[in-house]
């Protein structure tokens, strides 16, 4: 089956389409990028993690980090290598099985790392511990976003580590940024080294975290592989680990949803869709920000035209909408309404608050034709509370 990919005519239900030609764009330019700057970057499982397109990343990468004793398995088990984990706390009934689906474990503090690290080397001998550090410097704008703010719970400060690390600390983890540029990366990299380089000559790698959106139009991919290489020049005995999430499926692919119904109040028309924000966009809400809708606009309320539109979502949450889209006609119940870029951070954080049919999961091969890879129904809503 085949499907026009400018208005997904013919498509009636919500469904997330991701484009293959898209996604295959991003891997070619990461895999570049890593290897021109002779890093390892590996794939963050808490931005995407659909499991039916493991076999085309693997064609590009060959690691992939894990926060979760779930996604360290789908990492094993299903991507087919150990994951590289952290978890700003892990369990006394998982640690077991997060060490033996992990090639790197990460711990948040000393505590944790006293607590668990021989537990875990028992189980898997060949695993290698890192510590996360803080270095007290972000530009992530967002409080929400923001790993280094104040009174953050991630990570260990320099005043707090020991002179010498313990023998089996073989690296450091740090993460402080959000969709940054490698612009924010250079100078956040000041920081970093000004706080932690004394303890680089003891340890064998370190993980620079997520946040780099080199897949973004406007990202300056040579400025991050000159800093990279820079930094390398300096520790040349450090190997280089980058793991971002959005990068791999930033502009992949679109949610479909279709208007149910048009409300008005106070002069204010909603055009009711058979998605949810809160269900299956919650970013929006969260961060918050206005997501892109292909032939709309957003803009202030008071704009002039006949045609402006708040877009309200089907759950029973009052602040379940998005204000306000202009569009050049008017809206009709069953049209489609297609959400840009909505394949990271949202199928790995979508809920199923007052059982609201979720969207299917559909996929776009490079010749064209259309799969659906995954539809939800009322047992997988039941099932969650069985």
């Not at 004394?198 to 620079?208: D, G, L, R």
């Not at 969260?286 to 002039?304: I, Q």
Request: include cysteine; hydrophobic fraction near 35%; charge should be negative.
């Amino acid at each position: 089956m085949n499907i026009d990919i400018t208005d997904f005519s013919g498509i009636n239900e919500p469904i997330y389409i991701l484009e293959e030609k898209k996604l295959r764009h991003n891997l070619k330019l990461i895999s570049n990028v890593a290897k021109n700057a002779d890093v390892e970057i590996i794939l963050a499982f808490k931005s995407y993690a659909l499991w039916k397109t493991f076999p085309i990343f693997r064609e590009y990468i060959s690691a992939t980090t894990a926060s979760s004793l779930s996604e360290a398995r789908l990492s094993y088990e299903v991507f087919g290598n150990k994951a590289h984990t952290f978890s700003p706390a892990y369990t006394d009934y998982e640690i077991d099985d997060i060490a033996k689906c992990s090639s790197h474990l990460q711990f948040n503090s000393m505590t944790q790392y006293e607590r668990y690290h021989e537990r875990a080397r028992s189980v898997n001998g060949s695993i290698s511990f890192g510590l996360r550090i803080n270095p007290e410097y972000s530009e992530v704008d967002t409080l929400l976003y923001n790993p280094c703010a104040p009174g953050t719970r991630f990570g260990i400060s320099a005043d707090k580590l020991p002179e010498h690390l313990p023998a089996d600390i073989d690296g450091f983890h740090c993460h402080c940024h959000c969709e940054s540029g490698a612009d924010v990366f250079e100078r956040t990299l000041v920081h970093i080294e000004k706080k932690f380089s004394k303890w680089f000559p003891q340890i064998k790698w370190i993980n620079f975290g997520g946040g780099h959106l080199m897949t973004r139009d406007d990202y300056d991919t040579s400025l991050l592989i000159k800093t990279l290489k820079e930094f390398h020049n300096r520790y040349p005995w450090l190997k280089i680990i980058l793991e971002p999430g959005s990068a791999f499926a930033w502009q992949t692919g679109e949610l479909v949803s279709q208007v149910v119904d048009i409300v008005e109040d106070h002069d204010i028309k909603t055009a009711i869709l058979d998605v949810s924000f809160t269900c299956h966009m919650p970013d929006c809400l969260e961060m918050p920000y206005f997501p892109v809708v292909r032939f709309a606009n957003h803009c202030d309320e008071n704009a002039s035209s006949p045609f402006i539109y708040r877009l309200g979502g089907n759950s029973c949450l009052s602040g379940d909408f998005m204000s306000f889209w202009k569009f050049d006609h008017e809206l009709k119940i069953g049209e489609n309404i297609i959400f840009e870029d909505m394949l990271h951070y949202t199928t790995v954080k979508t809920n199923t608050f007052n059982g609201i049919s979720h969207p299917s999961i559909g996929i776009i091969h490079l010749d064209g034709s259309f799969e659906i890879l995954r539809k939800f129904d009322y047992e997988d809503y039941k099932n969650r509370m069985d």
